[in-house]
């Protein structure tokens, strides 16, 4: 459409009546930007609380929260930073983390109060080169949830501790009928979760961290892994192939809750849904993945946590916002949200009793950080999902060849 002199005259004129676009609020108060997952989308992990004890505990500060859902998260917030227009406070995880930073795009945050009280453990997942980028929120068990009623209807007592129990258990299912274990793999997810398990039970704690160095390879070191996979599937303990055209989020949930699996693998975000909707008795225990007689090691998903923007508008506030999540009753009510454990060296959180033995088994020491996200490549659990695929389809394919495929890590970010 083409603007007349006189109509352009006329615009001019209302300009001083628009208002300014400013971060500023109208009482001359402070807005602090916050951009997250979380917050919103039925996951709101208590932030509207959270923020609001913040506004609280500063007077004057508005947080101004945008929630953007995980599927546009990135690309979302991309162009921001690489325009300097992004949110003061960054919500990220250990991928996130690792490319941000070296794009230059998170400030350093070794000097805050809160670094020392962080768990030692969780140091590869909140540094790059030694430098702490990130608070990390949230560290989430992910488990064997067990339906106790069915169990007990096979004459089932206990729920397995260790990985010969858990196939002789599964037998034990299959001779009486009844299906075993839910380790849905449409896209890989399930299968990766049990090789985890099957790998924390036995590699060293470093083997991350060795790996991104180059002094770890799958092949050899997870001979054994991929071992105890191909034979869980093999013996039929595991249905390989309908385990590939089972979806984690939707059609294992709906097989488990209808109460027609013994057992499913699936993160501690889901104790506060099943409370709610199961209709029996059910437990959430670390995966039983380790050698006979031994105590399970849980895996856990190192989860969600804070970063500040290198180019914040209000770098000083909004390293405050971080020190805020990072005290220990306000990092609990995230937590206690999220059915994760807290990520501070004495931290509490109370889990429902349904998962009491996760609990004691994170509180006797007895867990690791998912071996894949410690990987520093972008994509590394979608290289082993792939990978690992391949043995459900097939559990005579070569233990070799499945290690050369995981392997093919792509290049750094």
């Known amino acids: 459409m083409r603007t007349t002199p006189a109509a352009l005259a006329v615009l001019i004129a209302l300009l001083p009546a628009l208002p300014a676009c400013s971060a500023a609020p109208a009482d001359g108060g402070e807005v602090l930007t916050v951009v997250g997952w979380k917050g919103g989308g039925g996951e709101e992990a208590r932030l509207p609380e959270l923020n609001a004890a913040f506004e609280r505990a500063h007077p004057g500060v508005r947080v101004e929260h945008h929630y953007v859902g995980p599927g546009n998260y990135e690309t979302y917030n991309n162009p921001?930073?690489?325009?300097?227009?992004?949110a003061d406070v960054i919500m990220v995880d250990k991928a996130k983390t690792r490319t941000w930073t070296d794009q230059g795009y998170l400030a350093d945050l070794s000097d805050q109060p809160w670094v020392p009280a962080v768990h030692p453990e969780l140091a590869p997942f909140t540094t790059v080169d030694g430098r702490t980028r990130q608070f990390t929120q949230e560290n989430i068990g992910i488990g064997l949830y067990a339906n106790l009623d069915l169990l007990a209807s096979a004459g089932i007592t206990e729920v397995p501790r260790d990985w010969p129990t858990l196939l002789a258990t599964l037998d034990t299912l299959r001779e009486k009928g009844k299906p075993g274990l839910l380790v849905p793999n449409k896209g890989g997810w399930g299968g990766v979760q049990l090789a985890?398990?099957?790998?924390?039970?036995?590699?060293?704690?470093t083997w991350s961290a060795d790996y991104n160095t180059g002094r770890a390879r799958f092949g050899p070191d997870w001979a054994p892994v991929v071992d105890e996979l191909k034979r869980a599937v093999a013996s039929g303990a595991v249905d390989g192939r309908l385990m590939l055209g089972l979806d984690a989020w939707s059609d294992a949930l709906t097989e488990f809750k209808a109460g027609r699996w013994a057992f499913l693998i699936q993160g501690a975000w889901k104790l506060a849904d099943f409370r709610a909707d199961l209709g029996f008795r059910f437990s959430l225990s670390p995966i039983p993945a380790g050698p006979a007689g031994s105590e399970p090691v849980a895996v856990t998903f190192v989860g969600t946590g804070w970063a500040v923007n290198a180019d914040a508008q209000r770098p000083d506030l909004a390293r405050e916002y971080v020190k805020f999540m990072a005290e220990p009753g306000n990092a609990r009510l995230y937590c206690e949200a999220e059915g994760a454990f807290s990520t501070l060296v004495g931290g509490t959180t109370t889990l429902p009793a349904e998962a009491s033995a996760l609990v004691a088994a994170f509180d006797a020491g007895?867990?690791?950080?998912s071996p894949a996200q410690g990987l520093?490549?972008?994509?590394?659990?979608?290289?082993?999902?792939?990978?690992?695929?391949?043995?459900?389809l097939d559990p005579t394919t070569p233990t070799g060849d499945v290690?050369?495929?995981l392997d093919r890590m792509p290049a750094r970010g």
């Not at 007895?366 to 950080?369: C, D, E, F, L, Y």
């Open 403 to 405: 290690l050369a495929a």
């Open 366 to 369: 007895r867990w690791a950080g």
């Open 80 to 86: 921001k930073l690489a325009s300097g227009t992004a």
């Open 196 to 205: 985890l398990a099957l790998a924390v039970n036995r590699l060293a704690p």
């Open 376 to 392: 520093d490549f972008p994509g590394a659990e979608e290289v082993m999902g792939t990978a690992l695929q391949e043995v459900f």
